[in-house]
């Protein structure tokens, strides 16, 4: 018989879906940046706007160096490469960039992809295939479970954080040690907690298996010289492979796999996401360079951003509002209706306040919150002015709840 | 007919369905009967998040550990059971 459905008929179940996000209030999805004032400020709705939601953690989007660097480029090397690195040739800044990242990790490689997604697909898609075995985070980020997805690897979850959970699944497939890859984040993007990194690398340590860890968040936030929770917590070592971005502290786009082992370069041939795109802008490749040599030159950034990140988590917790867990520059305030979230991330903006709310199923336990992400370029004042909104739009809907 | 093999399996099957479903209670709010063709997400309306969840404690019930591609055809306890009862055999 033949099959009533149609090829678009899906799309009527994601505009209900929609529907319903707009029909009580404004759509998160649909903001308009009108204009970007400064790596802290926008014009958004016409009205001059604070952003605490923009993974700006340096908040090197605006710096003189990075911003000449990159009008250098666009003059010297023009707007694009226009082909990939297999087919039409890498730029000798792209190999630079290479090195550069080597050698801040310490290791003896590097690999530069277009975007942070296509380094996390490239590296998985590349590093395990058919018969390997991947011990993924519950709460991994889409790309590392799309990676997963896309190197044929058999992938087992465990609970996120939850170092039995980890245990069990190694003990399970312990015969498949050596082929196994376990794969974290360092620090999680949606609540801001870190992964336990000791008792992770001892665990791989003693079955044989091999770690990755992505440093999307943390890169140029944690360790003395800003490396991420590896360098914190002292684990460099033994990490096998470290995957991250550039579109976080770095203010560009692309992103990259650093690793000490010599297989790493091999990678330029079995990664379809490394292969089949167009290498990164020349414009691009330079603010990013720029961009890692202020990270690596400037530990007041750092310093700057862990003040921040304590005077906006102890204000909130001063509120009596539910915090993650650690205090991070990602600062997840909870709710326990998805409604009061939507309901407080909307009142916040219309007072000027810019954060990113989270729903189910876009959560990791299916609670909502609005994410807060700290930049170092936030004012004292700023992080005030930020405290005040939330208490004043926070504290009516908390009485009106006690009235009932 | 079918041979003693083959009712040996379904005779384990049943009784696996019956583990999860005790599991999947224990989580619920409401009192839904379960049943083999018991769907996660039509029936319960459970998001892929919760489903995840309840696979992991299925794991530890069984000391198992179940893949994610053997996950992408199951939909119901039944089909669950059938996956579980696979790896219990190795």
Known sequence: ?404 | MSTLMERVVEAQVEKIEATLEEILAGSLDSSVGLASDTNFVTDLGLESIQVLEFVMEVEEHFDIAIDMESLSDVHTIGELAKVVAGLIRG
Not at chain 1, 166 to 184: C, H, M, P, S, Y
Request: glycine letters at 10%; proline letters at 3%; one cysteine or more.
């Open chain 1, 1 to 404: 018989m033949k099959d009533k459905v149609d090829l678009l008929d899906k799309f009527e179940k994601i505009a209900s879906n929609r529907d319903q996000l707009t029909a009580v209030g404004r759509d998160p999805t649909s903001i308009v940046i009108e204009r970007i004032i400064s790596p802290t400020e926008a014009i958004i709705d016409g009205k001059q706007t604070i952003l605490v939601g923009t993974n700006n953690y340096l908040g090197l989007t605006f710096d003189p160096e990075c911003v000449a660097a990159g009008q250098a480029a666009l003059a010297e090397a023009g707007t694009g490469t226009t082909g990939s690195r297999m087919a039409n040739g890498s730029y000798q800044p792209h190999l630079a960039l290479e090195r550069e990242l080597a050698d801040f990790y310490g290791v003896a490689h590097a690999m530069v992809f277009s975007t942070g997604y296509a380094a996390n697909l490239g590296t998985l898609a590349a590093l395990a295939n058919n018969g390997d075995v991947v011990v993924l985070d519950a709460d991994a980020h889409a790309s590392l479970y799309d990676g997963c997805r896309m190197s044929g690897a058999s992938v087992y979850r465990f609970r996120h954080n939850d170092m039995g959970s980890l245990e069990k699944r190694l003990q399970r497939l312990a015969d498949k040690a050596g082929r196994t890859l376990i794969v974290v984040e360092g620090l999680y993007s949606v609540l801001g907690d870190r992964a336990p990194l000791r008792e992770i690398a001892a665990l791989k340590s003693e079955f044989g298996a091999h770690l990755l860890v992505d440093e999307a968040h943390s890169l140029g936030v944690y360790g003395a010289h800003g490396r991420g929770v590896c360098e914190e917590l002292g684990v460099m070592d033994e990490v096998d492979f470290v995957v991250g971005t550039f579109s976080k502290s770095l203010g560009a786009t692309g992103g990259f796999c650093a690793s000490r082992h010599d297989v790493l370069p091999l990678f330029r041939y079995a990664s379809r996401p490394y292969i089949f795109t167009a290498s990164g802008n020349p414009s691009v490749i330079a603010t990013t360079r720029a961009a890692l040599r202020q990270l690596a030159k400037r530990p007041d950034l750092r310093q700057k951003l862990r003040h921040n990140a304590e005077r906006l988590y102890r204000g909130l917790e001063g509120m009596g509002l539910r915090l993650g867990a650690d205090v991070s520059p990602v600062i997840a305030v909870r709710f326990e209706h998805s409604a009061d979230a939507a309901r407080t991330w909307e009142r916040l903006l219309e007072a000027g306040i810019y954060t990113n709310l989270f729903v189910p199923p876009a959560t990791p336990d299916g609670s909502s919150l609005l994410r807060c992400s700290v930049s170092a370029a936030h004012s004292d004042e700023q992080i005030d002015t930020i405290l005040e909104r939330f208490s004043e739009i926070i504290e009516p809907m908390r009485s009106q709840a006690v009235r009932g």
